[in-house]
Structures are given as C-alpha cells and as structure tokens.
C-alpha cells in the first residue's frame, strides 16, 4: 500500500505558476505510476497528466499540454506538477492518485485505474 499527501494548492492570479507536490509513504513508491486528476465543483473527475515509474514517460490532458509539467523524485518519494500560465478554467481541488497493477495509455488517464489516493489540494485561479 501507499498513501498520497498533496500540497502546494493556493490562490493565484489567471497567468501564474504554481506547484503541486504528492508525497508518498513507503519504501516501494517507484513501483508505481502516478496520475493527477482534478475536479471543479458540479463536474467530474478528469485526467490532468500521469508519469511512469521511471519517470521516462509522461502523459498529458490535452488542455494542459505545453502549460503544465509532471516529474518524480523516488529518492523523496514525492511526484510534483508544475502548473504554468493558469487560467480560472484550472480552478479545481487537484488529487494525486498511485498504482502498479498493469496499465494501457488509455487506461492511466481514467480514474478508475488507480487504488491509491490523496485527500486533494485546492487551486484556485482568480481572473
């Protein structure tokens, strides 16, 4: 098992920056892959990015792409996103979520791959 701490959410103005942190416990954090989500009230959860276990391969949302960054430092057992020029449109409560069992590229960007997650940290984006 593994559990997620996020932190890093706040309050920014629309074309600021901010960084997302999702600490793990344990010692086998780079057994796995980690995805963030995100969900605005009233919507559902959607796919933000997704990182391997090596961190080689990243995957993004296709509203993110070129504006945010997943990387991962297993020696701190800690995944971070780099949220670059943000718009009130990125306003949501951003969760980290984990898991090792197999996966299809199609299959990381939904929720339902993943067992483990965060409590959640919120980001909001004032115009």
């Known amino acids: 098992q593994v559990q997620l701490v996020e932190s890093g959410g706040g309050l920014v103005q629309a074309g600021g920056s901010l960084r997302l942190s999702c600490a793990a416990s344990?010692?086998?954090?780079?057994?796995?892959?980690i995805g963030w989500f995100r969900q605005a009230p009233g919507k559902e959860r959607e796919f933000v990015a997704a990182?391997?276990?090596?961190?080689?391969?990243?995957y993004y949302s296709d509203s993110v792409k070129g504006r945010f960054a997943i990387s991962r430092d297993n020696a701190k057992n800690t995944v971070y996103l780099q949220m670059n020029s943000l718009t009130p449109g990125d306003t949501a409560l951003y969760y980290c979520?984990?898991?090792?069992?197999?996966?299809?590229?199609?299959?990381?960007?939904?929720?339902?791959?993943?067992?483990?997650w965060g409590q959640g940290t919120q980001v909001t984006v004032s115009s």
């Open positions: 990182i391997t276990r090596s961190g080689l391969v990243t």
């Open positions: 344990g010692r086998t954090f780079s057994s796995y892959y």
């Open positions: 979520a984990a898991d090792a069992k197999p996966y299809t590229t199609a299959t990381m960007k939904t929720p339902f791959q993943y067992d483990y």
